[in-house]
T-cell receptor
Framework: LAKTTQPISMDSYEGQEVNITCSHN???????ITWYQQFPSQGPRFIIQ???TKVTNEVASLFIPADRKSSTLSLPRVSLSDTAVYYC???????????FGKGTSLLVTP | DAGVIQSPRHEVTEMGQEVTLRCKPI?????LFWYRQTMMRGLELLIY????????DSGMPEDRFSAKMPNASFSTLKIQPSEPRDSAVYFC?????????????FGPGTRLLVL
């Protein structure tokens, strides 16, 4: 399984764009990249998933360079409610044996 | 759909007691996962099932932990005997396993405290 490295924590002000980068140097050909969000006292919630280039949904964008050895989750104009832990996961589409680790704790302040 | 259902939501027990956590996955999902979350270790995968069959239990910490999935709509995680270091939040998640749809849906978790 590809190992991921992401910052332990990040701080931002309301209204700013936040970019969280995840490194996954040994990503395999069939691996997808998936990001989850977890609020306190809740289970993680799927945000976005991609394989290559750029993916965008109503919540975030995911940028994946051509070599796929890293990915960047972009949250546009964050609000206080975006304060959460964000997890980057890399795995094969049928390989659910994924460890979330500790993720990136994002704190958004006024 | 009501989502993944877990019970109990909170459990306080004494060291040495048996603890049973329950999970009802989303109907139609054929993957089920058990995770444990602590401040020290983050969110760890304990075991997962595909079509009710355990596929990978390498995350189960020791023989005191066991998990079963007798049918597609029910799974249990049992700790016997429990120890204070088992105190954590235990999450159950389910997923469809469809190609390109690697999404796991998590339940609200069971907060376990072993005294």
């Amino acid at each position: 399984l590809a190992k991921t490295t992401q910052p332990i924590s990040m701080d931002s002000y309301e209204g700013q764009e936040v970019n969280i980068t995840c490194s996954h140097n040994n990503i395999a050909t069939n691996d997808y990249i998936t990001w989850y969000q977890q609020f306190p006292s809740q289970g993680p919630r799927f945000i976005i998933q991609g394989y290559k280039t750029k993916v965008t949904n109503e919540v975030a964008s995911l940028f994946i360079p051509a070599d796929r050895k890293s990915s960047t989750l972009s949250l546009p104009r964050v609000s206080l409610s975006d304060t959460a832990v964000y997890y980057c996961l890399v795995g094969r589409y049928s390989g659910y044996a994924l460890n979330f680790g500790k993720g990136t704790s994002l704190l958004v302040t006024p | 759909d009501a989502g993944v259902i877990q019970s109990p939501r909170h459990e306080v027990t004494e060291m040495g007691q048996e603890v049973t956590l329950r999970c009802k996955p989303i109907s139609g999902h054929d993957y089920l996962f058990w995770y444990r979350q602590t401040m020290m270790r983050g969110l760890e995968l304990l075991i997962y099932f595909n079509n009710n069959v355990p596929i990978d239990d390498s995350g189960m910490p020791e023989d005191r932990f066991s998990a079963k999935m007798p049918n597609a709509s029910f799974s249990t995680l049992k700790i016997q005997p429990s120890e204070p270091r088992d105190s954590a939040v235990y999450f159950c998640a389910s997923g469809s396993g469809l190609a390109g749809e690697e999404t796991q849906y998590f339940g609200p978790g069971t907060r376990l405290l072993v005294l």
